[in-house]
């Protein structure tokens, strides 16, 4: 019992997620990366333009329902010192499922920033298309990417966005790894998909940049997004865990109009 309250607890503190062992990304490389930013604390959460006017991101970043002025999406940022496109947030919709009085890791974690005008686009600043059955259920490699620290044990976060290619498991292979690492495969369910390091290369979501992308390499559409790990990241063979679009595109297609 004592192990199991401490799973949960430190569950809790590592929902958010960046990117281990990273490797700098080029300019415009994603161009449907953003930032969710407070003004006095700085970044929030990551997250990933899907239409001109809403980004996807973690329900568990828990914003106001009606954010005041002060938060902000930020996007078409390569080094967080440049700056970009800045645009108030007037609406956060978490999944109505989603239980935000949990202390640990809940399903249905995703949620829709609406922003208060439409994005200018540019080679910086483009949605990303969402995938389908097809690319949810491909096990093919994956790319994460976030500001997130790049050491488990050193929060200092990096200036240029930092990615990394993972490779997807099945979730019957992450329940294995589950428990091999854990004794437990919960709260693994099947509104949630996985990756794990490429070999011995350990990169993986790690603390500091929650809510962002997992894209498919194949045809950069989007799959996942970053929602939890078991810490320390990267250090065990355990796998990083991510809320699925396709099992929630019925959310997204009640609010975003395509």
């Given at each position: 019992m004592l192990v199991q309250i401490l799973l949960i607890f430190m569950l809790s503190m590592y929902a958010a997620n960046c990117i281990r062992k990273g490797n700098n990304a080029k300019e415009n490389q994603f161009p449907y990366q953003a930032l969710i930013n407070y003004s006095s604390l700085g970044s929030i959460c990551g997250g990933v333009l899907i239409h001109k006017k809403f980004v996807l991101t973690a329900a568990h970043c828990k914003l106001p329902s009606k954010p005041d002025k002060n938060y902000k999406v930020v996007l078409g940022c390569y080094r967080l010192t440049d700056g970009g496109?800045?645009?108030?947030?007037?609406?956060?919709i978490p999944h109505p499922k989603f239980n935000k009085f949990s202390g640990t890791i809940s399903p249905h974690d995703i949620a829709l920033v609406e922003m208060a005008k439409s994005i200018k686009q540019s080679p910086a600043v483009k949605p990303i298309t969402l995938g389908n059955l097809e690319d949810c259920d491909s096990?093919?490699?994956?790319?994460?990417?976030?500001w997130g620290a790049r050491k488990?044990?050193?929060l200092k976060v990096p200036n240029i966005l930092q990615h990394a290619t993972v490779s997807r498991i099945s979730n019957k292979?992450?329940?294995?790894q589950l428990i091999n690492v854990i004794g437990d495969f919960k709260p693994l369910d099947d509104t949630m998909i996985c990756t794990k390091s490429k070999l011995n290369n350990n990169q993986s979501t790690c603390f500091g940049d929650d809510g962002g992308p997992l894209v498919l390499?194949?045809?950069?559409?989007l799959v996942g997004i970053i929602s939890w790990y078991i810490p320390p990241c990267g250090l065990y063979d355990a796998p990083s865990v991510y809320t699925s679009i396709c099992?929630?595109?019925?959310?997204?297609k009640q609010h975003v109009h395509f």
């Open positions: 496109q800045v645009i108030n947030i007037i609406n956060f096990l093919g490699e994956a790319i994460v990417s976030g488990p044990y050193n292979d992450c329940t294995k390499v194949a045809n950069y559409r099992a929630h595109s019925d959310f997204i």
